[in-house]
Nanobody
Framework: QVQLVETGGGLVQAEGSLRLSCAAS????????MGWFRQAPGKEREFVAA????????YYAGSVKGRFTISRDNAQNTVYLQMNSLKPEDSAVYYC????????????????WGQGTQVTVSS
C-alpha cells in the first residue's frame, strides 16, 4: 500500500506561483509513474501532468503546458508540481496519484491517490 501526502496548496493571486509536493511512503518509488490531477467543484477530475518512474518522460495537459512543470526526486520519494503564471481557472483540489507501469493521462489507471490539496487563485 502506497501512501501519498500532498502539500503546498494555498491562496495565491493571478500570475503568482505555487509548488506542490507529494511525498510517497514507498521505498521503490522509482517503480511508480506519477500523475497530478485536479478537480474543481461540479467538474470532472482532469489530468494536469504525469511523469515516468525515472523522470525522463513527462506529459502535460494543453491548458498548463508552458506554465506548470512536473519533476521528481526519487531519493526523497517526492514528486513536485511547479505552477507558474497561475490563473483563476487553475483553482481546484489537486491530487497526486501513483501507478506501476507507464505514465498515463487517464486517472482511472492510477492505483494510489493522495488526499488532495486546495489551490485557489484569485483574480
Amino acid at each position: 500500500q502506497v501512501q501519498l501526502v500532498e502539500t503546498g496548496g494555498g491562496l495565491v493571486q493571478a500570475e503568482g506561483s505555487l509548488r506542490l509536493s507529494c511525498a510517497a511512503s514507498e521505498r521503490t518509488f522509482s517503480s511508480y509513474a506519477m500523475g497530478w490531477f485536479r478537480q474543481a467543484p461540479g467538474k470532472e477530475r482532469e489530468f494536469v501532468a504525469a511523469i515516468s518512474g525515472s523522470g525522463g518522460i513527462t506529459y502535460y495537459a494543453g491548458s498548463v503546458k508552458g506554465r506548470f512543470t512536473i519533476s521528481r526526486d526519487n531519493a526523497q520519494n517526492t514528486v513536485y508540481l511547479q505552477m507558474n503564471s497561475l490563473k483563476p481557472e487553475d483553482s481546484a483540489v489537486y491530487y497526486c496519484a501513483a501507478r506501476i507501469g507507464p505514465q498515463s493521462v487517464d486517472y482511472r489507471v492510477y492505483t494510489y491517490w493522495g488526499q488532495g490539496t486546495q489551490v485557489t487563485v484569485s483574480s
